[in-house]
């Protein structure tokens, strides 16, 4: 059996992938699976070799087979070969879950190029659903822009544009996306789009709510829409709760302020005018305002925002002993 050094065989799958020849494609990844590791020597001294690997850093080969919808099969055994083109880069700085999502890859596809991309990366989280491309897209970037792409665009693509039956399979992968990274659908490229944009932009272009392309890009919107509610909601149980915290550590101070006589009262409340006590509204809003998502999704508050001195004047303890607000 000829051994295929690592530059022939990159330069044999490449072209297999291009004519969409699967079964030869499986004999030549049995037969390199079955042969001894080729010589580093043999790479060096080989232009074609050079050439080959040239190519392969452009293109990725199992971001190739992505593109041109390869069977399941066969893109494990390209990733089997070389591990590192799960997370490798190509000349456009897309990893193979890119192309995945604007070629309107299955779900199943989708799904083992995010565990296998996890699992290289010993990452517990969907850190590939976060990984941008040149143009500061994200895999949920291309694939609204597949799901809304219509006939007047397939000459520009290897692909026609999705039919109905397509965009049914394929809203699986966007809830899918949106589940993993209910955030990815608010970031923005570089044109400053983000997905919920490029949606309602389609909408916006096919004003005709009977028309299939304002359907097709509304039920995606709806997806969306829902996830970004859901969002919305955990934020602001987020920042609730920190407002509660806040407004708790600093009630225990208070208790522990010494009592205002009654011939004090007058005086000290005569010290605090309306301009100097910000409203309940005002207090809300700067706390919430200043809260911030961090890398690890939590919600981060400015201690110093709020300081101690102003809640013992704004929890004010008169010389009755009640609280008042």
Same mark, same amino acid.
């Given at each position: ?155 520009? $693509? !290897?692909? #026609?544009? *999705?039919?109905?039956?397509? &965009?049914?399979?394929?809203? =699986? ?5 949106? /589940? ?14 983000s997905p919920l944009d490029i949606v309602q932009m389609v909408k916006c272009q096919y004003q ?64 605090? $005018? !309306?301009? #100097?006590? *910000?409203?309940?509204?005002? &207090?809300?809003?700067?706390? =919430? ?5 961090? /890398? ?11 300081p101690r001195t102003f809640f013992r004047k704004f ?11």
């Amino acid at each position: 059996m000829k051994v295929l050094s690592i530059g022939k065989y990159n330069k044999c799958i490449h072209n297999l992938i291009a004519k969409k020849d699967w079964s030869n494609i499986r004999k030549v990844l049995q037969q390199k699976a079955s042969s001894p590791p080729s010589s580093p020597r043999n790479k060096v001294n080989n232009n074609n070799d050079d050439i080959a690997d040239y190519e392969s850093k452009r293109y990725n080969l199992l971001g190739m087979a992505v593109g041109y919808l390869a069977p399941l099969d066969i893109l494990q055994g390209i990733s089997k070969q070389t591990p590192n083109l799960i997370t490798q880069k190509d000349i456009r700085e897309m990893i193979p879950l890119h192309i995945a999502c604007i070629n309107g890859a299955p779900i199943e596809v989708v799904k083992w190029l995010i565990k296998q991309y996890n699992d290289q990366t010993n990452d517990s989280t969907s850190s590939s659903t976060l990984v941008t491309t040149k143009d500061g897209k994200l895999p949920i970037h291309y694939a609204v822009e597949y799901i809304c792409q219509s006939n007047e665009d397939k000459e520009n $693509t !290897k692909h #026609s544009a *999705p039919n109905d039956k397509d &965009v049914m399979r394929f809203t =699986v992968v966007i809830q899918y996306l949106c /589940s993993l990274s209910p955030h990815s659908i608010r970031i923005k490229d570089n044109k400053g789009h983000s997905p919920l944009d490029i949606v309602q932009m389609v909408k916006c272009q096919y004003q005709d709510d009977k028309s299939p392309m304002f359907q097709r890009a509304h039920k995606v919107y709806r997806i969306m829409r829902a996830h970004n509610i859901q969002l919305y909601l955990k934020e602001k149980k987020q920042a609730e709760e920190t407002i509660k915290i806040i407004c708790s550590s600093q009630l225990t101070d208070v208790a522990l302020y010494p009592s205002i006589s009654s011939d004090d009262t007058t005086t000290y409340e005569d010290s605090i $005018t !309306k301009e #100097s006590l *910000p409203s309940t509204r005002a &207090v809300t809003s700067s706390i =919430v305002l200043s809260s911030s998502k961090n /890398s690890t999704g939590n919600l981060g508050v400015n201690s110093t925002l709020l300081p101690r001195t102003f809640f013992r004047k704004f929890f004010e303890r008169p010389a009755h002993g009640t609280v008042r607000m």
